[in-house]
């Protein structure tokens, strides 16, 4: 089955995937800068996703899953407030007092198994820096207690990764209307698992208490993939990354 993507700007219920400049920040390149320009610009940005790749081995490496959500959260923090690439507006980041975190909840830590045993789905997704981007549906992610499930998508361009993102019933209240991801591991958003290397088959760790916003939530210049239908929750998950009153820029 392959899907299409749709535009974002339709509503915070449109599905699929949107058109994205970076799930990160990572502005386009003016053509009329010049290369030194440009390649300070790529030094920030692989400074950034270094921070990111860091902060989240720290998340891994924490045996306390409520110490590796203050670190996240205190991690991400920091880089929202001083790095250079930050999503959020430059006009914003004097008054920045931090990302509003829901209170970690020890009920929303799963570590599932990833069902690889479904229909192959395929996603082209638009991009304003990178053409076409695919993704196939690598398996499923099923939340216990009837809680749903998630798609796990594989990024088929140079350098693949895991992204899940999810849409549940919070969005467009305490959390961004086009949804939150949980991982993305080709910007380092990744918190674990195991793999058995024999089968191929393996468990993720799937802790909704650390879903965050996608660049486009801070800043209505940002474009962003959106959740498609495979990845949306019929109930409030009140965890992880929250908005703050009134939102970033309403």
Known sequence: MRIRAV??????????????????PARVVDKNRTT????????????????VADLYRLV????????AHVLWSAGRDALFAHHPDS??????????????VAPYD????FELPLDPDV?????????????????????????????GALSAWWLGSYG?????????????????????YLLDTVKGADLGGDVDLATGRGVLVVDLNFLYHPSCAYDAAWACPLPPPGNLLDWAVEAGEQL??????G
């Not at 891994?60 to 110490?67: D, I, K, M, R």
């Not at 999503?87 to 509003?100: I, N, W």
């Open 87 to 100: 999503p959020l507006p430059v006009t914003r980041r004097p008054e920045f007092d931090g990302l509003p």
């Open 7 to 24: 535009d974002p700007h339709v509503g915070s219920t449109s599905l699929g995937m949107a058109a994205s400049c970076e799930a990160d």
């Open 106 to 109: 020890a009920s929303l830590r």
């Open 36 to 51: 030194d320009q440009a390649a300070r610009m790529s030094l920030t940005l692989l400074g950034w996703r270094r921070r």
């Open 244 to 249: 703050p009153p009134g939102g970033w820029y």
């Open 160 to 180: 693949g990764g895991l992204f899940v993102p999810v849409r549940d019933a919070s969005a467009g209240s305490t959390s961004y209307g086009g949804g939150r």
């Open 119 to 147: 229909p192959p789905m395929h996603l082209d997704v638009p991009t304003a820096t990178d053409g076409v981007v695919p993704f196939d549906r690598l398996g499923v992610l099923r939340l216990p207690d009837g809680r």
């Open 60 to 67: 891994q490496a924490e045996p306390e899953p409520v110490t």
